[in-house]
């Protein structure tokens, strides 16, 4: 047997929301209404039960910052901490690698010709964590060991959509030829739509949103396509971080199924969209 990607998550990764969850306000009448749609999800993992999650997010500023600034970078280590963002460490699990298949998912990427910056020690932030206790909820450990994939979506440049669908598909490559009897998920986490500063601070477009959303399921490859200047003119200046979505839905081949859906505004000023997908043979 060999390991295998047997689905895909997108989830948005707003800090609020771990603060929400962290601070037991999740059936408060402001945050009921976004956790009520990753309901059916956690329901699901728990059958699910998948042994190791590829777990793509940026990080914001708390692994990396000005001095270094990589494209791609896969953690490799054994643990990594929640990061201290500034009013202390979240009071969740320590988050468990698989070294094995990440060092694996690191070669086989590069020597598909995909510069990988390799990590072995940092410390993971919301940007990690809120995806994980919105799926899994609070439980003492993780149910799954994580390889954390680091993009770059803060500085400019950031990796285009196509560069990271083909990302996808090489990391789907990778997990193919691992000599292990593995049941891997891929998450893309960050946006939707959502601007933090300047004159368009607030901005939610919730056509562009749902329209992306449509676009993940099926066999249509257009959202490789979709150029920087359009996901900042609909989506606001965070909203590139929709590109790591598309890792996510690249890994899963040609054609794909949605189990689940679910968006919301707002949180925080954000608007929070979920997908769950599984490959079609």
Known sequence: MMAR????????????????????????PYWAPAFAGYEWTRAWERQQAPDVVILVYNDHASAFDMKIIPTFAIGCGERFEP???????????????????????????????????IVNE?????????????????????PARVIPLAVNVVTYPPPSGNRCWALGEAIA????????????QIWGTGGMSHQLQGPRAGLINKEWDNRFLDRLEG???????????EYLRETGSEGIEMVMWLIMR????RA??????????????????????????
């Open 219 to 229: 066999d249509s490859q257009e959202l490789r396509q979709i150029p920087h200047i």
């Open 83 to 117: 990061a201290d963002e500034g009013w202390g460490r979240r009071k969740v699990p320590t988050v468990m690698g698989h070294p094995d298949l990440a060092w694996h998912i690191a070669q086989s990427c590069i020597l598909d010709e995909f510069d990988m910056t």
């Open 250 to 253: 690249g890994a899963l081949g």
């Open 173 to 184: 490559r990778a997990v193919e030829s691992f000599p292990e009897d593995l049941n891997v």
């Open 256 to 281: 794909t199924r949605m189990l689940h859906r679910h968006y919301h505004v707002p949180a925080s000023n954000t608007a929070v969209g979920h997908i769950v997908l599984e490959p079609l043979p």
């Open 5 to 28: 990607i047997t689905a895909g998550i997108g989830t948005s990764h707003v800090p609020a929301l771990g603060a929400a969850i962290d601070l037991g306000k999740t059936e408060e």
């Open 122 to 142: 940092m410390d993971v932030d919301h940007g990690l964590t809120v995806p994980l206790s919105m799926v899994f909820g609070q439980p003492e450990v993780w």
